[in-house]
């Protein structure tokens, strides 16, 4: 990820922002922001809520990666952006309980922040694509819930997903394809990816943790509908992760819980196409065609 922080012009643009919230008291990374529409209104705001990524590694929740996100401000949602444990501080699942943490909190405290619970969808780009998906594959699973983590009595199930390049389509899948295409490096399955990082040993050597880690598996017909975008030349995540995936929700859920969009020559990230205003409009259509029917 580039990790540049977010421009003072689009920070500026917004007027009401809360920062810095805790939604978890374990780690000083369990904080989250809110942005607001500057158009005021009665009713709770449908939400979005994004998480960054950064390989599992690095990012940060306001970084410039957010900033197409935060367009959907213009369009009355309210944007969340959660930061969460990397896996230098702690590895798989405990991002995910992070995710679900902030989702319960998010639930818990609607009314006094003004968002609609019943409206709400994850966004992540790359690393923050997988974890938005295993967190909507996998809620009320307790291998992936920590609800100690606090505000138990509401669950972390959300409304929609949109997954941006995110590796979906199963860790040790990466370098074959980057072997057959040649469009990236095949380094996924050294010991320092990471992936390896996150899961805390080189990939091949665990094949069932892989395994557990891969939001394929969890694919179900209860699932929320899933918009995923990919770029055709990303050198970083290849775009085969995302056909995988779309094609795996097609299979076991249905046609109408997935649309799959391939960027022609767009690369995994950056200002080159996902800062591209069609390209957030696009996302939020479907969002409006989801959350506001």
């Not at 606090?150 to 590796?167: E, F, K, Q």
């Amino acid at each position: 990820m580039n990790n540049h922080e977010i421009s003072i012009e689009v920070a500026g643009h917004i007027e009401k922002k809360l920062f810095d919230i805790p939604y978890c008291t374990q780690s000083p990374s369990q904080i989250l922001d809110i942005w607001y529409p500057n158009e005021e209104s009665t009713a709770p705001y449908p939400v979005i809520v994004h998480f960054h990524g950064g390989g599992f590694v690095v990012g940060g929740h306001r970084e410039d990666s957010l900033e197409p996100m935060l367009r959907a401000a213009d369009r009355g949602y309210a944007v969340v952006s959660v930061e969460y444990r990397k896996c230098k501080e702690s590895r798989f699942p405990a991002m995910l309980y992070d995710a679900k943490a902030a989702v319960r909190f998010l639930k818990c405290h609607a009314a006094k922040y003004h968002l609609d619970p019943d409206k709400m969808a994850l966004w992540g780009p790359s690393a923050g694509g997988w974890i938005v998906a295993m967190t909507a594959l996998t809620h009320g699973n307790p291998a992936f819930e920590d609800l100690e983590m606090g505000n138990a009595g509401y669950d972390s199930s959300v409304a929609a997903v949109v997954d941006w390049c995110g590796p979906c389509g199963g860790f040790l899948e990466m370098d074959e394809a980057f072997k057959k295409s040649g469009t990236g490096k095949p380094n996924h399955n050294l010991p320092d990816s990471g992936e390896s990082q996150l899961l805390g040993a080189p990939l091949k050597g665990i094949p069932e943790l892989v395994r557990m880690a891969d939001p394929c598996v969890y694919v179900n017909r209860s699932m929320p509908p899933f918009l995923i975008m990919h770029g055709a030349r990303d050198a970083v995540v290849p775009v085969e992760q995302s056909v995988r995936f779309a094609d795996t929700i097609r299979k076991t859920a249905g046609e109408k819980k997935v649309e799959l969009f391939i960027a022609d020559e767009a690369p995994h990230h950056g200002r080159i196409w996902w800062h591209d205003d069609w390209v957030s409009d696009m996302v939020l259509d479907y969002l409006d065609k989801v959350l506001k029917p």
